[in-house]
């Protein structure tokens, strides 16, 4: 089955610490995402990549990190220096080529609870 | 700016239609969508309309685009317990790459 995958389904962290976040997909996907949720909001952009070894800042990446090593792979890291990082997060991916190259496919989700 | 905006709750009798409603800002968008979102769980893509269309039928899924208003609808048509979900409308913005911007999300309740 095509599809993407994220784990753990749910995280918790101790103020202070680092986390990653994983997600993997065999979609042969070159555009890959992560977004974050609040509750009663709309996703919030925080990285991505359109290309392996590339990836760009989205709209709150403050006290995130990213890589992008392989093609199916584009783990987060919550670093210490993110002030509220309690949310859910999606992880998505897109194709480059071809039609509909917008269209984005989320994974079920992690989330994380800072305790 | 960028914007999306849609209501945020509905509840609707189980066997009625639903209609949810958007707004989006971008003129430029190329698609624009419909996701549904089960709790705790991850973003299904429904269905979505290229920006030269009017209307998109599915199943029991059609997707209305008023271009001049900006103006986009989804229409689900008898409406099951199953449907009860939050639906997020998302517009694709033109840029370095396209970046899809999404509503607050609404949540549609079905009751019996």
């Known amino acids: 089955d095509g599809g993407i995958t994220q784990s753990p389904k749910y995280l918790f962290r101790k103020e202070g610490q680092n986390v990653t976040l994983s997600c993997e997909q065999n979609?042969?996907?070159?555009?890959m995402y992560w977004y974050r949720q609040d509750p009663g909001q709309g996703l919030r952009l925080i990285y991505y990549?359109?290309?392996?070894?590339?990836?760009q800042k989205g709209d709150i990446a403050e006290g995130y990190s990213v890589s992008r090593e392989k093609k199916e792979s584009f783990p987060l890291t919550v670093t210490s220096a993110q002030k509220n990082p309690t949310a859910f997060y999606l992880c998505?991916?897109?194709?480059?080529?071809?039609?509909?190259?917008?269209?984005?496919?989320f994974g079920p989700g992690t989330r994380l609870t800072v305790l | 700016g960028e914007d999306v905006e849609q209501s945020l709750f509905l509840s609707v009798r189980e066997g009625d239609s639903s209609v949810i409603n958007c707004t989006y800002t971008?003129?430029?968008?190329?698609?624009l969508y419909w996701y549904k979102q089960e709790p705790g769980a991850g973003l299904q893509l429904l269905t979505y309309?290229?920006?030269?269309?009017d209307m998109k039928q599915d199943q029991r899924l059609t997707v209305l685009l008023n271009k001049k208003d900006k103006h986009l609808s989804l229409r689900i048509a008898d409406t099951q317990t199953g449907d009860s979900a939050i639906y997020f409308c998302?517009?694709?913005?033109?840029?370095?790459?396209?970046?899809?911007?999404f509503g607050a999300g609404t949540r549609l309740a079905v009751h019996p």
């Open positions: 998505a991916s897109s194709p480059q080529t071809g039609t509909l190259t917008d269209t984005q496919y």
């Open positions: 979609l042969n996907h070159d555009a």
């Open positions: 971008d003129s430029s968008s190329t698609y």
């Open positions: 990549s359109q290309i392996v070894n590339d990836f």
């Open positions: 309309i290229f920006s030269n269309m």
């Open positions: 998302a517009e694709t913005v033109s840029g370095g790459y396209n970046k899809l911007i």
